[in-house]
């Protein structure tokens, strides 16, 4: 065997300090699920200052469209460059955004700050990188479970903080947080995380990287005008088509070189094919509960569906869902690396479904739009463990960042476009009320209805997820899916001897 394939193929040990690496992973993956989430507790407050809400949408979309092209960078450049510099100057970024927010009064200036907070899009898949570069294979499903639960409780410190500072402050503050708490946590994986010990082999593709981002911008602001020059105009269709050619575009470049920083390929392999497929329908609409349920709970009672209450207690009403979640990632973490994630998908999906078919048939009391958002709570929490474990069973170790990346990269995408989706959705029936302009009863129906539709798409798309053979290691799953390197863009058949190490048998010809 060679020293290549024995590194290959053996366990981490178990890290000196592995308690203090865990603590700036989690502070750090706190930073980006504080960011993701502050925002929806003061949409209330915006909608009632600037009458806009296709433009308040974008508070959304751009944080995710920057989001998504950092995490296609910053996860292939954490492979290779090393995943605690890399980390280290996505948190800069990010605070970097929310002092641009916070010092801002114009809503395109505040959008732009939002988008640069989308730096930190890269935070999760660098700490998934992390956590199994620094420890044994044994634990790494319950660490990246740890790291999946705190984006669930992260999103609800956001909920809960970010009301308060709302109601006892102003929609600055949660900008002020923000930075603040990515300072925190730059220190401390500064001091607490060790230097990265495995480079990826290949080249940075710094133009697939982020070509795609500005055909996703024009196609939805293209999308954006069929509310102010009728859908199926030519105002509406030439930045859609022109956004769509782009996007083309980027898919042949990316499978056309050998090495692409955003390997689209890897979507060939049936079980990361099938679980992106299902992460992405989430992202359109499952994911947007924040953008629908908490605005509803918020606008005023004289709107029809708004149940009137503050932006401090929408985010407590939030809170259980965020407890719930945090306590299903680790638990599913644990069942995925004993049994497979097949199985927490499942149940994630079926959950979802359930929730949003909750919201659009019974949406008319606090505590019943609650109960739905609990569920809902649940369900990504679930999903958050799934998604990564199936992943990393299939990829190859060496572009395990990548990988992951390339699933945040489709959620934040997907997430953008679904932000965008819906902010159309929700200005399609309107009511001004106290000066703002709010989705009414008709609105809100549209909404549930559709991402109900989805869901239940999503929870049938996950049956086509393989099952996890009972025998075998860890190590052997990976070998029989190819982890070795690539050559010319291509991945490469293990040798026999790596075979023969885990105790699998060659296949005949």
């Known amino acids: 065997m060679s020293e290549a394939e024995a590194r290959t193929i053996q366990d981490n040990p178990p890290p000196r300090h592995g308690w203090a690496i865990m603590a700036a992973l989690i502070l750090a993956e706190l930073v980006s699920s504080f960011e993701a989430s502050m925002i929806y507790v003061a949409l209330k407050h915006f909608y009632s200052i600037f009458d806009d809400p296709i433009g308040i949408g974008w508070l959304l979309t751009g944080f995710m469209l920057v989001a998504s092209a950092s995490a296609a960078v910053g996860g292939r450049l954490g492979d290779l460059f090393g995943r605690k510099r890399v980390l280290i100057i996505a948190l800069a970024l990010a605070m970097g955004g929310s002092v641009l927010s916070a010092m801002s009064s114009d809503l395109l200036w505040i959008a732009i700050g939002r988008a640069c907070q989308g730096f930190a899009g890269p935070i999760l898949p660098l700490c998934y990188g992390m956590v199994r570069e620094y420890f044994p294979r044994s634990s790494t499903p319950t660490n990246i479970g740890i790291v999946a639960a705190t984006a669930s409780a992260g999103g609800g ?9 709302v109601d006892h402050g102003s929609w600055r503050m949660i900008f002020v ?3 603040l708490l990515a300072g925190l946590a730059i220190v401390a994986v500064a001091l607490l995380v060790p230097r990265s ?5 290949g080249k940075v593709d710094w133009i697939g990287g982020i070509m795609f981002v500005p055909g996703i911008t024009i196609f939805l602001f293209g999308l954006g005008f069929g509310e102010e020059h009728g859908w199926g105009s030519a105002e509406q269709l030439w930045p859609m088509v022109a956004g769509g050619a782009i996007l083309a ?11 692409p920083l955003i390997d689209v390929r890897m979507v060939l392999d049936k079980q990361i094919g099938t679980t992106l497929s299902i992460m992405i329908i989430l992202a359109l609409g499952a994911m947007h509960v924040g953008q629908v349920a908490l ?30 979640g945090a306590l299903a990632a680790p638990v599913c973490g644990w069942y995925a690396g004993r049994h497979g994630g097949r199985g927490a998908m499942l149940l994630a999906t079926a959950s979802a479904t359930i929730a949003w078919t909750g919201l659009a ?15 809902s709570g ?22 395990t960042s990548e990988a992951t990346g390339l699933a945040q990269i489709g959620r934040k995408i997907f997430m953008a476009i679904g932000a965008q989706v819906v902010a159309i959705a929700l200005a ?14 008709r609105a809100y129906d549209l909404t549930y209805t559709g991402i109900a539709v989805l869901c239940a798409m999503a929870f049938l798309l996950s049956f086509r997820l393989p099952r996890r053979t009972p025998s075998g290691p860890a190590d052997a799953r990976e070998l029989q899916r190819g982890d070795v390197e690539a050559v010319g863009g291509k991945p490469t058949l293990p040798t026999l001897t790596s075979v023969r190490a885990c105790g699998l048998r060659a296949r005949p010809k």
């Open 378 to 399: 649940f369900s990504m929490g679930a999903m958050m463990a799934a998604v990564p474990n199936l992943i990393v069973e299939a990829a190859p170790e060496g572009r």
């Open 295 to 324: 605005v509803m709970l918020q606008q005023p009672v004289a709107t029809g569906p708004g149940l009137g209450v503050s932006a401090t207690l929408a985010g407590l009403l939030h809170s259980p869902a965020s407890v719930v």
């Open 249 to 259: 575009g980027w898919l042949f470049y990316e499978l056309k070189i050998p090495y």
């Open 177 to 179: 947080a923000s930075a």
């Open 157 to 165: 410190v956001g909920f809960i903080g970010g009301g308060m500072l």
């Open 197 to 201: 010990r495995q480079f990826a082999a």
């Open 361 to 375: 048939c019974a949406h008319h009391s606090i505590w019943l739009v609650t109960l739905w958002i609990l569920i």
């Open 428 to 441: 399609s029936s309107t009511v001004r009320v106290e000066g703002g302009s709010f989705p009414d009863e």
